[in-house]
């Protein structure tokens, strides 16, 4: 399932010819749902590790388009995981104070601490693809940041950051149908903008730089992961996989405990 979604250093991800409907085998919604139960009770154990042991921390990025989905992820995945130990990140267009600094400033301080998973829900790569799109740098500043992001991923996973890189593919058509439940469900309404409209209208070309970004940021240490998300039951169980398959690779180990505690009687 890793595989299919994997994009390899310098290859092309070729995102438009990649079905946002792909179930990745996992065939069903009931059976994707059992799937990702065992996937969320695995992250529970190896956090509970990964928090023992402090020494490595996780960092999923999750980007994608307008209703792609990253919100849903989030809930899904880290529903029942012990938020002692997670840390949730939500990048917006940058403050003033934020613009004050360079790009990676405000990215650097909610990086997740040793012992902790990060979630980013969008992240540095808008400062690549948004300030593209929306010319809010000339092309140079933000064609040389690619290579600054390498460099600077490959420092924090020398350090001990685990990087794990998601975009959430999900189609046209899909999104309509997001965009139209949020205009139309009142409990939703407060998600619509209407530069959403503006994003939409562009949306291959918005697909077209996630695709040279992706190209040029997928690394060995810090891969990025295309995955379908026209259906959340597909999404959410890919999601959680990748993460395990992070985790395992930590493989964190509880501390040591003192010696001769066990059998020990407390009276
Ligand atoms: P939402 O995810 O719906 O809350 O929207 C957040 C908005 O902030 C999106 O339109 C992003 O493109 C935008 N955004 C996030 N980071 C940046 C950035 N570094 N530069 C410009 N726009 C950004
Ligand atoms: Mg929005």
């Keep these: 399932m890793i595989q299919r979604m994997r994009i390899g250093p310098g290859e092309k991800p070729r995102i438009a010819a990649r079905d946002p409907r792909d179930d990745l085998g996992l065939r069903d919604k009931a059976r994707a749902h059992a799937r990702l139960e065992e996937l969320k009770a695995r992250i ?27 919100d849903g992820v989030v809930r899904s995945v880290f529903a029942g995981v012990n ?16 613009l004050a600094h360079d790009y990676l400033w405000r990215v650097h301080a909610v990086l997740p601490a040793r012992g902790e998973i990060g979630i980013f829900n969008r992240s540095h790569y808008e400062d690549v693809v948004a300030v593209r799109m929306l010319e809010l740098a000339p092309e140079r500043v933000w064609r040389r940041r690619p290579g600054h992001i390498v460099a600077w991923e490959r420092m924090l996973a020398d350090e001990g950051t685990s ?55 997928s690394s060995e240490h810090a891969p990025w992961h295309v995955v379908p998300a026209d259906r959340n039951w597909v999404k959410a169980t890919a999601v959680a996989g990748l993460l395990v398959d992070a985790l395992e690779r930590v493989d964190p180990k509880l501390p040591e405990p003192e010696s ?8």
């Design 163 to 217: 990087i794990v890189k998601v975009f959430l593919n999900v189609s046209k058509d899909e999104q309509r149908r997001r965009l139209q439940e949020r205009v139309d469900d009142p409990e939703k309404r407060w998600k619509f903008r209407r530069d959403d409209l503006a994003v939409r209208a562009r949306f291959d070309e918005y697909l077209a730089a996630y695709e040279d970004v992706i190209e040029q940021t």
């Design 44 to 70: 529970e154990v190896l956090q509970q590790r990964l928090y023992a042991e402090a020494r490595h921390s996780v960092l999923l990025v999750l980007q994608g388009l307008d209703a792609s989905g990253k």
């Design 83 to 98: 938020p002692q130990g997670c840390r949730v990140a939500s990048f917006k267009a940058p403050t003033s104070t934020e």
């Design 260 to 267: 001769g505690i066990e059998g020990l009687r407390i009276e």
